[in-house]
C-alpha cells in the first residue's frame, strides 16, 4: 500500500566508574578513539541494592523532568517509581536501548535507568524491573545539545565543542560503551546523526551562522554538503532513511546519497522542530513566519512528502510549541494544541481527523525554558503534560479516551520514555 496512506486502526568514567549503578556490570571504560576519553563518572549517583524483579511482559516507563530532579513513573498506571535529585535545567531523550534516558545537564550527558528492560532468550525475551538510578556514567561535554538515534547508534553532539560522540546504545547495561569520536570544524549549536552504513551527517556552522549539513562516509571522509539551509535546527528520519533537516527557508533532504532542497512558500518560512515516522515519507514540522518576532505562536504546521518534495501548509486554527509535535502508532501526525486538543492530522492528505480535549486551553510562556504542556508518544498513548496543574495524562490516540491522569509531586517540565 501507498506509504502515505494510513493503515486501519486496529492494533495488531573515573574513581565511581566501578559502581555505574547496582543493576550495571563491567564498567571498564573503552572508546573507539583513545586519544580522547568520552566517558567519564559524576561525583555522586543514585544507586540501590535491590534486585531485579522478573515480570511477566515489558513494563514501559516514562521520565519527567522538574525544577531540580527528575521522576521516572510507570507509563501504565503514571505512578512515581523513582525519583532523583539533579540541580538546574535538565534536558531528557531516550539513550537508544529502551531502558536508558540521556539527561543534558551541567558536564555533559548523564545516563538515567529507568529500571525496565528485556533480554533476548532464544525465541523470547525475560523481562525485568528495578528501582531507576541516576547513573554514574556521562559522556563529557562542554554544551551537551542534541541526542539522536537511528540505525542502531546512538549519537550526542557537544554545542560547546563541536564534539560528535556515538555508540551501540546496547552496550550501556555493560557499563561504558565504546564510543567513536568526530569533531566538527568548528563548534555551533547543532545535531549529527549516524546512518546504517556508517555514514554521519552532521549540521555546518559556526558561532555566528548556521549554513547546512555536510555528509561522511564511514571513514569520515567528506561525500556531499549543502549550505542552502540558513539556520539550520532539529532533524528526524522519515521512511527509506530520508534524513531530514530544518532550515530558515524551508528543509533539506538528505535521501539516496543526494541532498535535495524543498523551499518554503514564505520568503521566511522557518522549520525549526520536525516529528518523523521511519513508516511514513512525510514530515511534520513546525511553521513560523515572522523573522522579527520576539515570540510567534504559529496556527499553521508543515507536512514534507520526502519523497516527492511536496509541502503541505495545514492551518490548525490554534497555536502550539516545540513540544507540541509527535507520530502516532500508524504515522499519524500529532499537534498539542494551545486550545487544550490533541489534534490528529493524516499526514498524506493534512486532514483533521479528530481533535480530543485533554487540557485546559493555555498560552505559551515568553522564555522557551519555561514548561508548558508537552507532548510524548510511545505506542497507541499519548502522554500529555499540565504544568498548570501538576498532571500528567494518557490518551489512547485511537480511542480519544483518557485512560489515567495522574497528579504529580512536582510541576512537570520535559517528558520522555522507554519501552523496557
Not at 481533535?355 to 498560552?363: A, E, H, K, N, S
Not at 499519548?382 to 490518551?395: F, M, S
Amino acid at each position: 500500500m501507498n506509504r502515505t496512506t494510513l493503515m486501519p486502526r486496529r492494533r495488531t568514567l573515573t574513581a565511581s566508574a566501578a559502581l555505574c549503578t547496582a543493576l550495571l556490570t563491567g564498567c571498564a571504560a573503552t572508546d573507539a578513539d583513545t586519544s580522547d576519553t568520552s566517558v567519564a563518572a559524576a561525583t555522586e549517583s543514585t544507586t540501590t541494592d535491590a534486585g531485579p524483579t522478573s515480570v511477566r511482559s515489558a513494563t514501559p516507563r516514562l521520565a519527567v523532568t522538574y525544577d531540580g530532579g527528575l521522576l521516572v513513573l510507570d507509563a501504565e498506571t503514571l505512578s512515581v517509581v523513582g525519583e532523583s535529585e539533579l540541580d538546574g535545567f535538565n534536558r531528557i531523550a531516550p539513550a537508544g536501548d529502551e531502558r536508558h534516558v540521556a539527561v543534558a545537564t551541567a558536564g555533559g550527558f548523564r545516563m538515567l535507568d529507568t529500571g525496565t528492560w528485556s533480554q533476548a532468550h532464544g525465541d523470547h525475551a525475560h523481562h525485568y524491573t528495578a528501582a531507576p538510578a541516576l547513573t554514574d556514567l556521562v559522556f563529557d561535554a562542554e554544551e551537551p545539545g542534541h541526542v539522536v538515534r537511528h540505525a542502531g547508534r546512538t549519537v550526542l553532539f557537544d554545542d560547546g565543542t563541536g564534539r560528535v560522540v556515538s555508540f551501540d546504545p546496547a552496550e550501556l547495561a555493560d557499563g561504558s560503551p565504546a564510543t567513536s569520536v568526530f569533531t566538527t570544524p568548528a563548534a555551533h549549536h547543532g545535531v549529527a546523526m549516524e546512518l546504517s552504513d556508517g555514514r554521519l551527517v552532521t549540521t555546518l556552522g559556526d558561532g555566528k551562522a548556521r549554513t547546512g549539513i555536510v555528509v561522511y562516509d564511514a571513514n569520515r571522509t567528506e561525500i556531499a554538503r549543502s549550505e542552502e539551509c540558513p539556520g539550520v535546527h532539529g532533524e528526524t528520519v522519515a521512511a527509506d532513511e530520508s534524513v531530514v533537516f530544518g532550515c530558515e527557508n524551508g528543509l533539506l533532504i538528505y535521501r539516496d546519497g543526494v541532498i535535495t532542497k524543498v523551499t518554503s512558500p514564505d520568503p521566511y518560512g522557518r522549520i525549526g522542530n520536525q516529528a518523523g515516522s521511519e513508516d511514513s515519507p512525510v514530515v511534520l514540522g513546525d511553521y513560523k513566519t515572522d523573522r522579527d518576532a520576539e515570540l510567534e505562536r504559529p496556527q499553521r504546521v508543515s507536512l514534507t512528502n520526502t519523497e516527492t518534495g511536496e509541502l503541505r501548509l495545514v492551518d490548525l486554527g490554534t497555536s502550539y510549541t516545540f513540544r507540541s509535535l509527535g507520530r502516532g502508532p500508524f504515522g499519524e501526525a500529532l499537534v498539542l494544541g494551545t486550545d487544550g486538543a490533541l489534534h490528529v492530522l493524516d499526514p498524506s492528505s493534512g486532514e483533521v481527523l479528530r481533535r480530543l480535549p485533554v487540557v485546559d486551553p493555555w498560552t505559551e510562556p515568553a522564555q522557551w525554558q519555561t514548561p508548558r504542556p508537552a507532548l510524548f508518544v510511545q505506542g497507541f498513548t499519548a502522554y500529555v503534560t499540565d504544568p498548570a496543574t501538576n498532571r500528567i495524562h494518557a490518551v489512547d490516540v485511537e480511542t480519544g479516551e483518557v485512560t489515567a491522569s495522574v497528579e504529580l509531586p512536582h510541576t512537570p517540565d520535559e517528558i520522555t520514555g522507554v519501552r523496557g
